[in-house]
Nanobody, 128 residues
Framework: QVQLVESGGGLVQPGGSLRLSCAAS????????IGWFRRAPGQEREGVSCIRSSDGTSYYSDSVKGRFTISRDKAKNTVYLQMNSLKAEDTAVYYC?????????????????????WGQGTQVTVSS
């Protein structure tokens, strides 16, 4: 059974940085893609970034491009989301997710409904 555990959220001032981690366990062959989503209060879940572990292909939404960086450590089965230049509008609960059937391209992240396994989420609050 696949398990995902996020960590690294917290309170940060505008312009600050955080690094989120997504530790994965229980993977079998075929789980190649990890996605990061976020949900702000009253809003739909938004696909922020994804990475294809097999070759490192990654995607960023326009709202975070140039500020966020996704990476993976295969040895630790962990995917990271480095978030720099944070803005108030980045405030949300951040989730990582995976599914053996999803893809990740440089210009595409599947919708949240396509991901079958989710972490519990970690709160990110950007405020002065």
């Amino acid at each position: 059974q696949v398990q995902l555990v996020e960590s690294g959220g917290g309170l940060v001032q505008p312009g600050g940085s955080l690094r989120l981690s997504c530790a994965a366990s229980g993977f079998t062959a075929g789980y190649d893609v990890i996605g990061w989503f976020r949900r702000a209060p009253g809003q739909e879940r938004e696909g922020v970034s994804c990475i294809r572990s097999s070759d490192g292909t990654s995607y960023y939404s326009d709202s975070v491009k140039g500020r966020f960086t996704i990476s993976r450590d295969k040895a630790k089965n962990t995917v990271y989301l480095q978030m720099n230049s944070l803005k108030a509008e980045d405030t949300a609960v951040y989730y990582c997710a995976t599914d053996p059937e999803v893809v990740c391209y440089s210009d595409y992240i599947p919708p949240a409904a396509d991901f079958g396994s989710w972490g519990q989420g970690t709160q990110v609050t950007v405020s002065s």
